[in-house]
């Protein structure tokens, strides 16, 4: 089965750093969204984007964040200066379409620590 | 605005012991509905999903759900657990909007 595959699957930074989460979604899928799950709470929506664009956001994604899909295949997400909570799991995924039955897949992935 | 609830956060249960997580959402439209799960170092997984039909909908590895409207609810149900259903669930809904909005998910153990 295709799968979405994120790396790094964990990375410590300093405070203050930029940090780059990596994401493959499924090669069909033409939208992609990032989620964010800090330990013991709720996993929180980010942004969504298709055709090169984000097409929804939430309070959260401001502005020292940023996506974007460098080329083909890839689909980043930038942190440009990481504050302590930051910390959480990031989440990539990917979908065919946009409706509201769509199934969305996930990556398995990223746990940032900010430190 | 769509929201879910997921009540238990912490369930602890014995092999073949049955298994009952709730979920409700809120949302005056109409729904879809997603349970979804996380093995330990795994990505989230989908295990079953409702758009319409049949409100008990069967999913992978012998779970099931209910929806009931009337509840707004979509509790997730399995009749015998194993020790490899240890994991973490998570309930989601879409209603107004496409993108989904999940419960704050449910950590499930099972001694073996």
């Known amino acids: 089965e295709p799968e979405v595959t994120q790396t790094p699957s964990h990375q410590v930074t300093q405070m203050g750093q930029e940090v780059i989460l990596r994401c493959v979604p499924i090669?069909?899928?033409?939208?992609f969204y990032w989620y964010r799950q800090i330990l013991g709470q709720k996993v929180e929506f980010l942004v969504s984007?298709?055709?090169?664009?984000?097409?929804?956001k939430s309070e959260i994604f401001d502005d020292q964040f940023s996506v974007e899909r460098p080329d083909g295949s890839n689909f980043t997400l930038k942190i440009r200066s990481t504050k302590l909570e930051d910390s959480a799991m990031y989440f990539c995924?990917?979908?065919?379409?946009?409706?509201?039955?769509?199934?969305?897949?996930f990556g398995e992935g990223s746990w940032l620590t900010v430190v | 605005a769509q929201s879910v609830s997921q009540h238990n956060h912490h369930v602890i249960l014995s092999e073949a012991a049955s298994l009952e997580l709730g979920c409700n959402y809120s949302y005056g439209g109409t729904v879809n509905l997603f349970w979804y799960v996380q093995y330990p170092g795994q990505h989230l997984q989908l295990l079953l999903k409702y758009f319409s039909g049949d409100p008990l909908v069967k999913g992978i590895k012998g779970f099931e759900a209910e929806f009931i409207k009337s509840k707004f609810s979509f509790n997730l149900r399995k009749p015998s657990v194993q020790w490899s259903d240890t994991a973490e669930y998570f309930c989601?809904?879409?209603?107004?909007?496409?993108?989904?909005?999940f419960g704050r998910g449910t950590s499930l153990i099972v001694h073996p």
């Open positions: 090669s069909n899928h033409l939208y």
């Open positions: 984007f298709y055709n090169n664009e984000i097409s929804e």
């Open positions: 995924a990917s979908s065919e379409g946009r409706s509201s039955g769509n199934t969305i897949y």
């Open positions: 989601a809904v879409t209603g107004g909007s496409y993108i989904p909005t």
